[in-house]
Nanobody, 119 residues
Framework: QVRLVESGGGLVQAGDSLRLSCTESGGTFNAYATGWFRQAPGKEREFVASVERRGGNPTYSDSARDRFAISRPNAGMSVYLQMNSLKPEDTAVYSC????????????WGQGTQVTVSS
């Protein structure tokens, strides 16, 4: 059974940093890619960043590109999202998801972790 567990969220001040973790289990080890998404209250879920199986091809949204970094050290079971220079508009529930192959949708999702940035 595929399971994704996010951690690392919290309440921080503008300008602070957080590192989110997404730990995978149950058969996602060879999944094509892992991504991070976020959903703020009253808004649609939006893509933040993704990385392929061996840590290659990191991809970012425009809002994340210069401040966030996604990584998958040693092609392991955890994917990290380092978030720097956080802004109040980064406040959202952050969820990770796995795409089993290049032709799949983001098929498996975690429950999410809350990130709140105060001004």
């Amino acid at each position: 059974q595929v399971r994704l567990v996010e951690s690392g969220g919290g309440l921080v001040q503008a300008g602070d940093s957080l590192r989110l973790s997404c730990t995978e289990s149950g058969g996602t080890f060879n999944a094509y890619a892992t991504g991070w998404f976020r959903q703020a209250p009253g808004k649609e879920r939006e893509f933040v960043a993704s990385v392929e199986r061996r840590g290659g091809n990191p991809t970012y949204s425009d809002s994340a590109r210069d401040r966030f970094a996604i990584s998958r050290p040693n092609a392991g079971m955890s994917v990290y999202l380092q978030m720097n220079s956080l802004k109040p508009e980064d406040t959202a529930v952050y969820s990770c998801a796995v795409k089993p192959s290049p032709f799949d949708i983001w098929k498996y999702w975690g429950q999410g972790t809350q990130v709140t940035v105060s001004s």
